[in-house]
């Protein structure tokens, strides 16, 4: 049977370093390739050796995807190509292309040059490993070879974060990376299609976390922001170059220019004019507003907001200083830290997740006293403040992920063990699908249903919806046609489609049902007991009684006949085509549970010389035994109910009454009861 198997090589139960592999169907691929923010040492980077065991790695993978370009996703790939042994393709879309090598750079440069790491990559391996990339758009369908083929969906998040379905014939997973279902005020909400893959992998950072409103998170902010430099302070927003940074900076540039502030907005030396590029490069990617607008004004062009020097940082008075990496782990936003931390006075904002063993981290958990560099201890007096501007999904964000692709089944990635957890359980409970949350080095096999795929025909398509109701939600709809394959394609296409293509003529294929009936009547008399019987118990069909002496309800044929060997039973031929087999075995069953019907009560035998007596007969029966015997549904047009023939008139004067019409001759029909009713 065929399965899917997935080994988290990183940020399985914990969050950075993110790397899975995914077997599918006999393909291999590796989703991300990122290093962990709270190492120094080979701990860093994912656990390569459970793919390098047979030596043969790149024959081994298929192909390399990165999500976005965070370097938690992104950060050990020149060392996995250039230094495990890497050669195959790696797919990443073009925002992620065009900034990826940079910030890898950046991150070399503070590793190596400043701290004098060994076992790194160069800039070099990093120029060779992206020779090897190939970019996407979105929403393109890449084949990566004969049967392994990805397609890329809008993750939000990051400029260029993208979510990936990776499928092998009728097999699929897709792996969303990080990505945001609310939008800001720069980039638009993720989205994916109902694509019902076999597996959904998926980030779960804020678990267990519903974010407050919006707007009431960014009042706090600049609140806190004014408030700290109105009292003399400095203000420390760590970030990430390209993100939550542009985020920010417009909220405050807007703040600033309504309430006409004059305290300096800095921000890291060179970034400001890289995201003014890249966003205008790759200006698609940005929401709706910010494309509308980009030609009038760009939003990136910051009036408040300056190139950051060194030397600011030891300036008197109250500023606010954007600086990068986000999580205190190094670089210029730890440089600023270090010399701010011991005053009361000055304020660090962070406003995104930190990985345990960064500094971020650990001012959130409590800690005011360090232990950096050197075994030099830093007191730490600043407030630090947690504001969630982070753009990762919340807990309910996550749920409508995976609600709108309707997967088999989920696998979180990327989050905390008890989080994890948590949400395992929401999912499995509220939405029903199994969930897994496999740790590093863990596997999880999942078997899955083999299926064929089958196109349907547009015309069949536009029949059904013609002819019948609208679908309603997570209720399958049946469709009728013929299955033809073609050239090892199969399509479902109407009859007259399927007959035409292959030269065929139709033939129509009829069942009939033997109802045998215990009546001593005649064939005609009995179907006509049948009919009045399903007139009355059918309201919604049309039931017709035939000249022959049949009855059809629809299209569905039923006939009396009486078998030579028992003429004291009677049967009844029941005949539908394949169109109607649900009504047919229904009349069936309702026929074979009305054996018995009640038969009408017998009316007196009229007597013609002595009419007078006849209609006294008559007029001592009730108005509803003659309406529920089957010719008292028959009055003639001439006689209106209840009206008897006068004693001395003759039965032939034209008036009549309805019980007359019934036993009358023909001869004095008129226009009333149809002569078949006597033959």
Avoid at 81 to 92: A, F, N, R
Wanted: charged content about 20%.
């Amino acid at each position: 049977m065929p399965e899917i198997r997935v080994t988290p090589l990183g940020a399985g139960q914990d969050v950075g370093r993110s790397c899975i592999l995914v077997s599918i169907a006999g393909k291999n691929v590796m989703l991300d390739c990122g290093m962990h923010m709270g190492f120094n040492d080979d701990r860093r980077f994912p656990d390569f050796s459970y793919i390098t065991q047979n030596g043969r790695l790149t024959d081994f993978l298929d192909c390399v995807i990165i999500s976005h370009f965070h370097l938690d996703h992104c950060g050990a790939l020149p060392y996995f190509s250039e230094m495990v042994g890497y050669d195959g393709p790696i797919y990443m879309t073009h925002p992620t292309q065009a900034i990826c090598p940079i910030l890898l750079e950046d991150y070399r440069k503070i590793a190596v040059d400043k701290k004098g790491e060994a076992n790194f990559f160069t800039s070099q391996m990093i120029k060779d490993c992206m020779k090897k990339v190939v970019a996407v758009h979105l929403h393109q369908t890449v084949q990566v070879d004969d049967e392994l083929e990805i397609k890329a969906y809008y993750a939000g998040h990051v400029l260029g974060a993208a979510m990936f379905q990776i499928k092998v014939g009728s097999e699929s997973v897709v792996y969303t990376g990080d990505y945001n279902m609310t939008p800001d005020r720069h980039l638009g909400a993720a989205w994916i299609d109902k694509c019902r893959p076999n597996l959904l992998i998926t980030e779960s950072t804020y678990a267990t976390t519903i974010r407050d409103s919006k707007r009431c998170r960014e009042r706090d902010f600049l609140k806190k922001v004014h408030e700290t430099v109105e009292r003399g302070g400095k203000v420390l927003i760590p970030v990430f170059a390209l993100g939550r940074a542009q985020e920010l900076c417009i909220l405050l540039e807007t703040f600033w220019e309504r309430m006409n502030l004059k305290v300096p907005i800095y921000f890291s030396t060179g970034l400001t004019e890289k995201a003014n590029h890249y966003y205008k490069l790759f200006i698609p990617w940005t929401n709706q507003k910010i494309r509308k607008t980009f030609v009038q004004r760009n939003m990136f062009e910051f009036k408040h907001i300056k190139a950051f020097d060194r030397a600011f940082a030891d300036n008197p008075g109250p500023m606010v200083v954007f600086a990068t990496p986000g999580m205190l782990h190094a670089g210029q936003s730890l440089q600023i830290f270090r010399k701010w931390a011991g005053n009361e006075k000055n304020m660090v904002i962070m406003p995104g997740y930190c990985v345990q063993g960064t500094v971020g981290h650990k001012i959130l958990s409590g800690q005011r006293k360090l232990e950096m560099e050197g075994r030099q201890v830093l007191e730490v007096k600043m407030q630090v403040e947690y504001m969630s501007f982070s753009a990762h999904a919340d807990a309910k964000g996550i749920m409508q992920l995976v609600g709108q692709a309707e997967p088999e089944s989920v696998l979180l990635v990327h989050g905390e063990a008890k989080k994890m957890e948590f949400l395992k359980q929401k999912i499995e409970q509220e939405l029903r699908v199994s969930c897994y949350m496999p740790a590093n080095g863990e596997t999880v096999t999942l078997p899955t249903s083999p299926s064929i795929p089958v196109g349907i025909s547009l015309g069949l398509l536009k029949r059904e919806m013609v002819q019948g109701l609208l679908p309603e939600a997570k209720k399958p709809r049946l469709l009728h046609g013929t299955l033809i394959m073609k050239d090892s394609n199969f399509r479902l296409v109407s009859s007259e489609q399927a007959l035409k293509e292959l030269g065929l003529a139709e033939h129509q294929l009829r069942f009939t049902c033997r109802v045998h009936l215990h009546d001593t009547r005649k064939e005609q008399e009995m179907a006509l007991r049948v009919y009045s019987h399903l007139k009355s118990v059918l309201k919604d069909h049309c039931v017709q009684h035939l000249p022959d002496g049949s009855v059809t309800v629809e299209s569905i044929l039923i006939q009396a006949a009486a078998p030579s060997e028992d003429p004291g039973t009677k049967v009844l031929l029941v005949s539908w085509t394949y169109q109607d087999e649900e009504l047919g075995s229904f009349l069936t069953s309702l026929l074979k549970k009305g054996r018995h019907l009640t038969q009408p009560p017998p009316l007196p035998s009229p007597s013609w010389t002595e009419p007078g007596l006849h209609f006294r007969t008559v007029g001592a029966l009730s108005e509803q035994t003659l309406r529920s015997h089957p010719w008292g549904q028959r009055p003639c047009v001439m006689c209106p109910p209840r009206q008897l023939f006068p004693a001395k008139e003759k039965l032939g004067s034209g008036l009549s009454c309805l019980y007359s019409c019934a036993w009358a001759p023909k001869r004095w029909l008129g226009q009333g009861v149809p002569d078949s009713s006597f033959q």
